[in-house]
Structure formats: structure tokens, C-alpha cells
């Protein structure tokens, strides 16, 4: 038996070489805060529906009940509360949840400064919805708009429209409430909220067929990776936004990490300048063939401004490939010259887009490139 069990140790560990679980474990600082919706007894006293406004509404509303399973909204939005902190806590997230269990007394405001209070860089408020029409199903996502939420309303915006389509690819669920996007001005919790926050209402307990799936294992973890797909896009959209590009203080290896273990594939130019894809602690996420690379973010720095003129925009690459017979330089023909930017190991693979007489023109991190068809053979079309 304890034989059985160390052979089981060392094969786990050579499958899982350190430097994946630093990408893994290191995959952003970025801090999640989860509101699960309601709790086991409402609280029908009011609060202001905004810091100084004369409205108000309800602390914490009942919510709505599973139609067919009976299933009360509190105790679904808590399970995929749970199930969301454990995923995004396995991508490197920081993850705050307003409640983890049902028998609290936590008022809408209440939960917008718990999640102001941990500075989250956003908040998912998980709900399920209902309606009197027995027949509305689908997702939808709400988030702020209006004055008291200025400062929030774009980026909020933005996490709900990459959450929702992440949300309907990993569900197959369609979308409610047309596109799937409500804006409101007239939600508690929104309105106290310092930081980007959206309300995914991820499905009807009141249509039958949702509200059986809704119940199943199989489907929350659906739902589960679609949100978690959704903010990993998200995070990944604001870092292009911000800090587009890093400048290389020496060459530095390129990795290809889709086998668990980093393979370098290549390097990047001392005082070269490259488009970054996302960036986490420790490595930048680059275009590298028909998947990604990774660089180390030491010995590099982030630029804002760029003089490139090769970044490709339009061009796609074909269906054929080639792959390098030795160690080769990719060029950068955009000066007039011929200036080299990345170095690429022997034994390649990499998809062409166009053929010429003596080079192959391909895509390499955002960059156009060419390479010396002495320095390839050509693999045959799709494969
Ligand atoms: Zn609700």
C-alpha cells in the first residue's frame, strides 16, 4: 500500500513540474469579491437605494424558489457562490465572499461595503430569477448605469459583456432580457459599489425545465466556468488596455507551456518591443503560433509607446506550416531592412500566411515577421 502511494507522489510530481503550478498559482493579484443573493430570512426593513437618496427599497427581498424543485434562490446562489470561490481561487484569484452560510442578516448595502471594504477589483453578485411568464428562460447579467455609479459604469459593463458570453458558450442557455445586458440604476447593491460589479441572473426557477437543470451538479459547474471564463477575459481586456506592450533588457526565452511543462520555443531581442496578450506576477502571455507563449517579466519593462510598424492587424495565417531545421532569426522587414526581433528554436512548427520566393511571412507576438525557407521544410497544407 505505501509502495503503491509513493509511486503515485512521483508520478504526480514529474506530471506537474513547478514552473506550470508559478503560472498557475501566480495567474494575477487580482481581488474577486462574491455576493451570493438573499439568505434564509429576509429582511423587509428599508435602506436607501443610494448614498443620500430619498428612495428606498427592501434590506434583502425574499428571492424567488425553484418552481418544480422548490429549491429556494438563497441556497442556489451559495452553492455556486462556494463553487466560484473554489475555481477562481485555482486561477490565482483572490476571492472574498459576503456570505458562506444562509442564517446571516446582511442588508444590500451591507454587501456592497463588505466588497468595497476588501477593495475588490470586482463583484459578483450570483442570483437566479423568476418570473410570472412560466415560460422565460435564459441568462441575463445586470450592471450599473446612472449617476451614482459614473465612476464604475464602464468596466462594469465590460465584465458583464465578456461573463455573459463565456456564461451562453459554457451553458448553451439563451439569453434573456433580449441581449442579455440590463443596465440599472436602481439597484441597492450597484449603487453603493466603489468598484466594477455585475449581477449575473443565471437562470428562471420559474420555468420548469431551467429550474430542474439549474439543480443539477453538472450544470452549476457549467455555470461555475463560465463566470470564471468570463472574468479571466475580462482582466486579460484591461491589461491590453492599460499595458499594451513590454520592452525586452535582454534576449529572454519564449516558452510554450500546453504540455504542463515549459518548452522554450524561442527568444525575444534585447531593447525589442512586443504586444503582451495578458500579464500575471511573473510572465506575460504573447501570440506564438496557433497558440500562446510566455515570458518571464524580468529583465523586461512595459512601454506605452511603441514605433512598430509590423504589428499585424488583419492578416491571417493559412493552413500550412513550417517547421525549422535549425535555430532560426525571424525579421522584421517594416524599415526597409531586414532587423531581427525573435529567434526561433530547431523543430518549430509554425503556421505560414503567406509564401515567397525565399521566405515564409508569418504572425509572431502581434508581430509580422520573415523567416529563410533555407532555415524550414514545408509541412503539407493542414497539417
Ligand atoms: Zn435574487
Known amino acids: 500500500m505505501k509502495k503503491i502511494l509513493l509511486i503515485l507522489v ?3 510530481l514529474s506530471l506537474n513540474p513547478i514552473f506550470t503550478n508559478e503560472i498557475k498559482a501566480t495567474s494575477n493579484g487580482k481581488k474577486i469579491c462574491i455576493d451570493p443573493g438573499h439568505q ?6 428599508k435602506e436607501p437605494i443610494a448614498p443620500g437618496s430619498k428612495m428606498t427599497k427592501t434590506k434583502v427581498s425574499s428571492g424567488t424558489q425553484g418552481v418544480f424543485t422548490s429549491i429556494p434562490e438563497y441556497v442556489f446562489t451559495l452553492d455556486i457562490g462556494l463553487k466560484l470561490e473554489k475555481e477562481l481561487k485555482k486561477r490565482g484569484y483572490n476571492v472574498f465572499l459576503t456570505r458562506s452560510n444562509h442564517d446571516v442578516n446582511l442588508s444590500n448595502i451591507d454587501r456592497a461595503k463588505f466588497c468595497n471594504s476588501v477593495k475588490a477589483d470586482l463583484t459578483i453578485r450570483i442570483h437566479a430569477d423568476g418570473s410570472t411568464n412560466k415560460k422565460t428562460n435564459g441568462i441575463h447579467i445586470l450592471y450599473p448605469e446612472g449617476s451614482y455609479t459614473k465612476a464604475i459604469n464602464k468596466q462594469s459593463k465590460e465584465a458583464a459583456i465578456k461573463i455573459l458570453e463565456e456564461l451562453i458558450k459554457s451553458t448553451g442557455a439563451k439569453k434573456a432580457s433580449t441581449d442579455g445586458l440590463s443596465p440599472r440604476s436602481d439597484i441597492t447593491g450597484f449603487n453603493w459599489a466603489k468598484y466594477p460589479v455585475v449581477l449575473p441572473e443565471l437562470g ?3 420555468n420548469v425545465k431551467e429550474d430542474k437543470k439549474l439543480a443539477t451538479p453538472a450544470y452549476r459547474e457549467k455555470l461555475v466556468l463560465g463566470i470564471s471564463n468570463g472574468v479571466d477575459k475580462y482582466f486579460d481586456l484591461n491589461i491590453a488596455a492599460n499595458q499594451k506592450y513590454f520592452k525586452a533588457n535582454k534576449h529572454l526565452p519564449i516558452y ?3 504540455s504542463g511543462e515549459l518548452i522554450e520555443v524561442g527568444k525575444v531581442y534585447k531593447g525589442q518591443t512586443y504586444p503582451i496578450i495578458s500579464s500575471s506576477n511573473y510572465w506575460y502571455k504573447v501570440k506564438f503560433a496557433n497558440y500562446n507563449g510566455y515570458i518571464r517579466k524580468s529583465n523586461t519593462r ?6 512598430l510598424r509590423n504589428l499585424n492587424v488583419k492578416l491571417k495565417p493559412s493552413s500550412n506550416k513550417f517547421v525549422t531545421i535549425k535555430g532560426t532569426a525571424v525579421k522584421d ?3 526597409g531592412k531586414l532587423v531581427s526581433f525573435v529567434t526561433l528554436q530547431k523543430g518549430i512548427e509554425y503556421p ?8 515564409y511571412q508569418i504572425e509572431i507576438l502581434g508581430r509580422i515577421g520573415y523567416v529563410a525557407k533555407l532555415d524550414t521544410q514545408k509541412l503539407s497544407g493542414g497539417k
Do not use: A, P
Open 352 to 359: 505560414i500566411i503567406k509564401e515567397y520566393s525565399k521566405w
Open 256 to 258: 510554450d507551456n500546453r
Open 302 to 307: 512595459l512601454v506605452t509607446n511603441h514605433n
Open 40 to 45: 434564509k430570512k429576509w429582511n423587509n426593513g
Open 204 to 206: 428562471y426557477m420559474s
Open 333 to 335: 522587414n517594416s524599415s
Open 10 to 12: 512521483v508520478c504526480s
